[in-house]
């Protein structure tokens, strides 16, 4: 069994900074990529960035220069700093970990970019 906790979202201005974080927890042997997607109303979920298991990562071209995945082996947590964020940010963001064959995915949180 392997879970997955997101945290971090919430309601920020334009401009403003937000760091998602998404730790798995349970049977887990090896994690090797990690994920960000995210969904924004009535649009289908989008890949937001990547991170391998040796710390390559790729990015979307609408967050290229304002976000940056990151992770932690030692706790198996993955990170996306959100900087400069747009109304057009506004979405649900879910995380996404590959262990072997399996892929998990994290429960979803909602990040809202408003004045």
């Known amino acids: 069994q392997v879970q997955l906790v997101e945290s971090g979202g919430g309601l920020v201005q334009p401009g403003g900074s937000l760091r998602l974080s998404c730790a798995a927890s349970?049977?887990?042997?090896?994690?090797?990529?990690m994920a960000w997607y995210r969904q924004a109303p009535e649009k289908g979920r989008e890949l937001v960035a990547t991170?391998?298991?040796?710390?390559?990562?790729n990015y979307a071209d609408s967050v290229k220069g304002r976000f940056t995945i990151s992770r932690d082996n030692v706790v198996n947590t993955v990170y996306l700093q959100m900087n400069s964020l747009k109304p057009e940010d506004t979405a649900v963001y879910y995380c996404?970990?590959?262990?072997?064959?399996?892929?998990?995915w994290g429960q979803g949180t909602q990040v809202t970019v408003s004045s």
């Open positions: 991170i391998a298991s040796g710390g390559g990562t």
């Open positions: 996404y970990i590959e262990l072997g064959l399996n892929g998990y």
């Open positions: 349970g049977s887990i042997f090896k994690v090797y990529g």
